[in-house]
């Protein structure tokens, strides 16, 4: 059974780092690509990027300025960090694996509410 | 601003049939038969229902169904049931390695 717990902190002023990490339990770490997506209160959801074993990445275009995703195989682990965040940042951070399909996401985390305010 | 569109909702009696599309353009949608469409309960995180537009992961009820022509996904819900009022999103690959959503639709069962 495969489950991702992801935690990190919850509140931040504007201009924060926003850091959120995830740990994978059971099934293969090296064979898949990992993912970060959010979703801002009450609206839709947003792809942000993605790693593999090897550190391979793939970023959303709007956000690449901003993001950089990293992995620690020792740990089964992989994280995530969005500099200068705003308001608009605001959003729960979900993690989730990716599966033979690209960027089709079969487990996901817990979700953690992001919240950025002064 | 999402990159695919979706209504924003739509609704049907327990056992009749809700459709929803979702639009996009050659650059997604059109370009790959990678949609995907997700459920999500409040306060849940999303669940997988159709991946490479009409296939069901293991577990899925065959009520669910999805297809696609052109630009635009869609996806079945047959035999409505209480349980199945949720949000949906769809998804899709994009050019250059990029995944794009929709807004979602709520669904509503009368």
């Known amino acids: 059974q495969v489950q991702l717990q992801q935690w990190g902190a919850g509140l931040l002023k504007p201009s924060e780092t926003l850091s959120l990490t995830c740990a994978v339990y059971g099934g293969s770490f090296s064979g898949h690509y990992w993912s970060w997506i959010r979703q801002p209160p009450g609206k839709g959801l947003e792809w942000i990027a993605e790693?593999?074993?090897?550190?391979?990445?793939h970023y959303n275009p709007s956000l690449k300025s901003r993001v950089s995703i990293s992995i620690d195989t020792s740990k089964n682990q992989f994280s995530l960090n969005l500099r200068s965040v705003t308001a608009a940042d605001t959003a729960v951070y979900f993690c989730?694996?990716?599966?033979?399909?690209?960027?089709?996401?079969?487990?996901w985390g817990q979700g953690t509410l992001v919240t950025v305010s002064s | 601003q999402s990159a695919l569109t979706q209504p924003p909702s739509a609704s049907a009696s327990p056992g009749q049939s809700v459709t929803i599309s979702c639009t996009g353009t050659?650059?997604?949608?059109?370009?790959?038969?990678?949609v995907s469409w997700y459920q999500q309960h409040p306060g849940k995180a999303p669940k997988l229902i159709i991946y490479?537009?009409?296939k069901r992961p293991s577990g899925v009820p065959d009520r669910f169904s999805g297809s696609k022509s052109g630009n635009t996904a869609s996806l079945t819900v047959s035999g409505l049931q209480a349980e199945d009022e949720a949000d949906y999103f769809c998804?899709?690959?994009?050019?250059?390695?990029?995944?794009?959503f929709g807004a979602g639709t709520k669904v509503t069962v009368l």
């Open positions: 998804s899709s690959y994009a050019v250059s390695n990029n995944l794009v």
């Open positions: 050659s650059r997604d949608v059109g370009g790959y038969n990678y």
């Open positions: 989730a694996r990716g599966g033979s399909t690209p960027m089709v996401f079969t487990y």
């Open positions: 490479e537009v009409s």
């Open positions: 790693i593999n074993h090897s550190g391979r990445t």
